[in-house]
Nanobody, 119 residues
Framework: QVQLVESGGGLVQPGGSLKLSCVAS????????MGWYRQAPGAPGTQREL??????????NYADAVKGRFTISRDNAKDTVYLEMNSLKPEDTAVYYC??????????WGQGTQVTVSS
């Protein structure tokens, strides 16, 4: 059974920080690279943007829009992937989801966690 549970979102002022967490089922976490995707307000689910990914051995990749501000990490002992977000901007406002990379390895998406950057 697939499990993806995101948490850690909230309301933060521009320039602030948040750290997101995602607990995944072991069957997914141990086999696949994991990514954080975000869905901007009003955008359909098909337009979820991959912002960061991490392989099973720790290699990371970032979208240009977040490079230098976001850091993805994983704790293999806890089946958990994290996204530390610094210097947040209003355009980072979105619902953030974790899911395997590449997209489509599972049809299941968790409930996501809302991040709102506003003064």
């Amino acid at each position: 059974q697939v499990q993806l549970v995101e948490s850690g979102g909230g309301l933060v002022q521009p320039g602030g920080s948040l750290k997101l967490s995602c607990v995944a089922s072991a069957s997914i976490f141990s086999r696949f690279s994991m990514g954080w995707y975000r869905q901007a307000p009003g955008a359909p689910g098909t337009q979820r943007e991959l912002v960061a990914s991490i392989s099973t051995y720790g290699s990371t990749n970032y979208a240009d829009a977040v490079k230098g501000r976001f850091t993805i990490s994983r704790d293999n002992a806890k089946d958990t992937v994290y996204l530390e977000m610094n210097s947040l901007k209003p355009e980072d406002t979105a619902v953030y989801y974790c899911n395997p990379v590449p997209r489509g390895l599972t049809n299941y998406w968790g409930q996501g966690t809302q991040v709102t950057v506003s003064s």
